[in-house]
């Protein structure tokens, strides 16, 4: 399906979606968000998927909401409001829940709803010249669409409340340091990294891939005996797969392993 604020493209297995929107760095609108959230749910549905790279168009990921549009969200009231946030929530959300790894290439500019997709991933890579942070309080605001309760879970309360509050823009090497990203590389190796790192991530056993991302979600928020009953129920649904049974003959021929999802 074509969109007009989004690029959709497959490598086989691997899809890269890129926001488009470069004029206004990649900032979103009504049209952006709607766009966003179709190519996501088709991609959720996708069972030939086994990664997904979001990037951006230009020099920016995203620059989040546009802010030409947020007078317009205010005078929509507060109910209003709240249905259309809670719309950039699922989509963030099916992003973070659904069963393939997401790498987040973050090519320039992240900020504010920018970064906060970018936390919905799972891997977060950037160009050395990238710039992220949280300047909702320059405008009276907060992080809303989990920049604050993704956020303290990667980077520790401290970092967080310094990020939000002070409204400040890090380079790529200081979010390196404070754990919000993984990887720092030269900008013209921002994509193909991601797409050596994605490549590396199709060639595992999806099913496992899956699991291992639900249960790992999971035990962020569970008390340590509740996260390895967690464990142990999704190994025992891997232990019967036909791809557990193939990694394991693979290995003893000294082969590489052919997963088929099942």
């Known amino acids: 399906m074509s969109y007009e604020f989004l690029k959709l493209q497959k490598d086989g297995a691997i899809a890269v ?24 749910r088709g991609l959720v549905g996708d069972d030939a998927l086994r990664v997904l790279v979001i990037t951006g168009e230009g020099r920016a990921f995203s620059a989040g909401e546009d802010v030409r549009g947020m007078q317009g969200l205010a005078d929509i009231g507060t109910r209003g409001f709240r249905r259309v946030v809670r719309d950039i929530h699922n989509v963030f959300d099916e992003i973070e829940a659904m069963e393939v790894p997401v790498i987040a290439a973050i090519n320039g500019v992240a900020a504010g709803g ?35 309760s993704r956020l303290v879970k990667i980077v520790g309360i401290a970092k967080a409340k310094r990020l939000v509050m002070t409204g400040e823009m890090i380079p790529a090497p200081q979010a390196l340091a404070f754990g919000l990203v993984e990887e720092v590389v030269p900008a013209d190796k921002l994509v193909p990294r991601a797409m050596e790192l994605a490549k590396q991530l199709a060639g595992k056993a999806p099913l496992a891939l899956g699991l291992a991302k639900i249960v790992l979600n999971a035990c962020v928020n569970v008390d340590p005996d509740t996260g390895r009953n967690i464990e142990r129920l999704g190994q025992s649904i891997l232990k019967k797969t036909e791809d557990h049974l193939e990694g394991a003959k693979a290995f003893v021929e000294k082969r590489r392993p052919e997963f088929k999802g099942r």
């Open 114 to 148: 920018g970064l906060e997709l970018a936390l919905s991933c799972d891997f977060r890579l950037a160009a050395e010249t990238a710039k992220l942070g949280f300047p909702e309080s320059n405008v009276g605001l907060i992080p809303g669409s989990g920049g604050c």
């Open 17 to 40: 979606l890129t926001l488009n929107r470069p004029d206004t760095l990649n900032s979103w609108n009504q049209k952006m968000r709607d766009e966003l959230r179709d190519a996501v």
